[in-house]
Nanobody, 121 residues
Framework: QVQLVESGGGLVQPGGSLRLSCAASGSIFSINSMAWYRQVRGNQRDLVAR???????NYADAVKGRFTISTDNAKNTVYLEMNDLKPEDTAVYYC???????????????WGQGTQVTVSS
């Protein structure tokens, strides 16, 4: 069993900062990539940022220059540093990992439960 547990969401004023964390635990053989998505109620879930096992990162245009994704590979943890937050960043943020549980398993997507980020004055 693999679990992704997110933390760090909350209420912040416009221009403020938050740091999200997501730790993957359980039987993990290898992680191909980890990512953050966000979803506003009634809309689709959109990619915010992704980082590969090799350290290559890509970002949605809306967050470039404000958000930074990073990992602690020893802890199977991914972070999202969010600066200069705007009301339009308000959403539920989901952690995603593309990984193999064992060397014999296929590569699969796993999701966290989501954490609410609200940007409001």
């Amino acid at each position: 069993q693999v679990q992704l547990v997110e933390s760090g969401g909350g209420l912040v004023q416009p221009g403020g900062s938050l740091r999200l964390s997501c730790a993957a635990s359980g039987s993990i053989f290898s992680i191909n990539s980890m990512a953050w998505y966000r979803q506003v109620r009634g809309n689709q879930r959109d990619l915010v940022a992704r980082i590969t096992a090799g350290g290559s990162a890509n970002y949605a245009d809306a967050v470039k220059g404000r958000f930074t994704i990073s990992t602690d590979n020893a802890k199977n943890t991914v972070y999202l540093e969010m600066n200069d937050l705007k009301p339009e960043d308000t959403a539920v943020y989901y952690c995603n990992a593309v990984l193999q549980r064992t060397r014999w398993d296929p590569i699969r997507n796993y999701w966290g439960q989501g954490t609410q980020v609200t940007v409001s004055s």
